[in-house]
């Protein structure tokens, strides 16, 4: 049997590496709709709702997918998947914020871009990439988004 002073130490102890986990974990205090809004905001033309709104068609193809993780933040926080820093850089521009957030909640409401169809994938306009598996499907918000085969 352990004492109860050895356990209250290994409490102690085991605390702040526990606590350091959910601290530095880059969406554990975010709703779902916090990180669609940062999403959107920091990956399409901040002026463009259209862009927003098929950025935040792909998270949610993505979230409907096996292959990708089964909540909006952790297909938002995925390594390399997104702009760097996405969860955690400050959003400065209030009006495109306040645009973002609105478009969060309608596309957590349900509403998608009908264009994006069940592209998983995007990258900056302007760009072209000549591989056999990209079908490209909309250029929306400064982005070009795809399916791939």
Not at 81 to 101: C, H, I, N, T, Y
Request: contains cysteine.
């Amino acid at each position: 049997m352990v004492s109860p002073l050895r356990l209250l130490l290994a409490v102690l102890l085991l605390a702040p590496a526990m606590a350091g986990c959910a601290i530095f974990s880059p969406f554990a205090s975010l709703s779902p709709r916090q990180c669609l809004t940062r999403v959107m905001y920091f990956e399409s033309n901040r002026s463009s709702e259209e862009g927003m709104l098929a950025v935040g068609t792909v998270v949610m193809n993505r979230l409907h997918d096996p292959k990708y993780p089964k909540s909006v933040c952790a297909v938002v926080g995925q390594k390399n998947q997104f702009a760097d820093g996405v969860l955690w850089k400050p959003m400065k521009e209030k009006r495109s914020m306040a645009r973002a957030a609105q478009v969060a909640d309608a596309v957590l409401n349900g509403a998608i871009h009908p264009g994006v169809r069940n592209a998983k994938h995007f990258h900056t306009a302007g760009l072209r990439f000549p591989y056999n598996n990209m079908h490209y499907v909309l250029e929306a918000g400064g982005n070009e988004f795809y399916e791939k085969y």
